[in-house]
């Protein structure tokens, strides 16, 4: 099929790239001219596993390319996704402004029947309002399709590979039917595309989103009380976990939720929850959580070395997460910043996060080649996003390049016993 994708952003991307390597004909717009440029150079703006590949072979077998032209893609075009971002508003709602212009755009230059696809996150309520702006601009028949993306940013390309699911939020059957046949290679193995309304399917989005979050700040809260009563967090999430009806993951303690997904998410659903009036109650509880457990490794800090002035703190991990670069609302942005207020000297590493981070921290941190490098003459190490790599260090040459023992693990990624015995002092969360 001939497809455009708008917005190639963590998700435009890996969407675009991913439709074209089952053989579609795909263009990818954005309105980022730097952006375009460096991706027919070749280049990834983002770093995101399996998509620099991806990008460049189906780029070079012809079957992606990317434009600035929207027009020139939406004629190109059956189906058009929107994957533009949809950022926090102000008073925590989903801001909306690029979704409808991309809409706008779109019904003004379609010139047949053309499949409108909402890929982006998006309060309910929004194919109904896309549906609305395409109409007035066009006197073409159209279809409006909500479809939610579930990939998580550092392993995008293998969740849109293999989905767990498929949801797609339709009000009429050409556009489901287009929609379900567009998604028959990557749903061979069995996952389900659940076919349903356009509130259903925007809904789901959130839900999802924040009952994951939820899990998040509950075994937050469960590790503080772990702490409590000298019970180990580790021990208690094996147990809980083991239940059929619970499940294993998204159950690890840590220094709170962050990234570009989460936060605003959480708040949206609350927002548009309450503009019906209803008071989401669960989710204030949630937020509040995360929130205090963003500030835990600072007070853990605090309660060890009394004053932080002048002490040099190294930062191990600045990502929101793993495996991607993305530093959107991560936690380390407010550890770092609060310890430099604090009158610490922070000395931060991360694998791929580096130059994100000059541009969020400027000449506040200072900026180690790699993680040794960041431990020298510190008195304490904090780790705060769980890289492989940070998992199996060389602890002797560690403990000889700080000037002190001293680590706070916000991820719990070493043993208590085994950090024992090569010496360190070890703080970690609920254990
Ligand atoms: P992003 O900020 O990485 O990318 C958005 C891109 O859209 C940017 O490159 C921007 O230049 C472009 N853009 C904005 N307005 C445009 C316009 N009018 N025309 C053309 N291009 C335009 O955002 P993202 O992380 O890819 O997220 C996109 C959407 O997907 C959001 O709604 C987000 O909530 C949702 N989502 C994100 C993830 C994730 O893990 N990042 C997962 C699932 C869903």
Known sequence: ?????????????????????????????????????????????????????????NADEDRLAFTTHLGKAVKHSQIIFIAVGTPQGEDGSADLQHV??????????????????????????????????????????????????????????????????????AED???????????????????????????????????????????????????????????????????????RRIGPSFLFPGVGYGGSCFPKDVKALMRFSADREY?????????????????????????????LKKRTIAIWGLAFKPKTDDMREAPAI???????????????????AMDVARGIFGAKAVYAKDSYDALRGADALAIVTEWQQFREPDFDRMRKLMKAPVIFDGRNIYHPHQMKQHGFTYNSIGR
């Open 1 to 57: 099929m001939r497809i455009a994708v708008v917005g190639t952003g963590y998700v435009g991307l890996v969407v675009g790239a991913c439709l074209a390597e089952t053989g579609n004909d795909v263009i990818c717009v954005d309105k980022d001219e730097a952006k375009v440029r460096m991706l027919r150079r070749g280049k990834i703006p983002i770093y995101e596993p399996g998509l620099a590949d991806l990008v460049i072979r």
């Open 100 to 169: 409808l212009a991309v809409a706008r755009d779109v019904g003004r230059t379609m010139d047949g029947y053309r499949v409108i696809v909402n890929k982006s996150t998006v309060p309910v309520g929004t194919a109904a309002k896309v549906r609305a702006i395409i109409g007035q601009e066009t006197e073409h028949p159209f279809s409006v399709v909500s479809n939610p993306e579930f990939l998580k940013q550092g392993a995008a390309v293998d969740d849109f590979m293999k989905p767990d699911r498929v949801v797609i939020g």
């Open 173 to 243: 059957e050409r556009g489901a039917d287009l929609m379900v046949s567009l998604y028959q290679p990557f749903t061979r193995t069995g996952a389900p595309v659940m076919v349903m309304d356009c509130a259903s399917a925007e809904l789901a989005k959130y839900a999802a989103n924040a009952l994951l979050a939820t899990r998040i700040s509950f075994m937050n809260e469960v590790a503080n009380v772990c702490e409590l009563f000298g019970a180990d967090v580790d021990r208690v999430r094996q147990a809980v976990g083991s239940d």
């Open 279 to 307: 008071d989401f109650k669960v989710l204030k509880a949630v937020e509040s959580v995360n929130e205090s457990q963003k500030r835990l490794l600072v007070r853990k800090m605090e309660a060890h070395f009394g004053s």
């Open 334 to 352: 407010p550890i770092v910043k609060t310890l430099v207020e604090k009158g610490a000297k922070v000395q931060v590493y991360d694998p791929e």
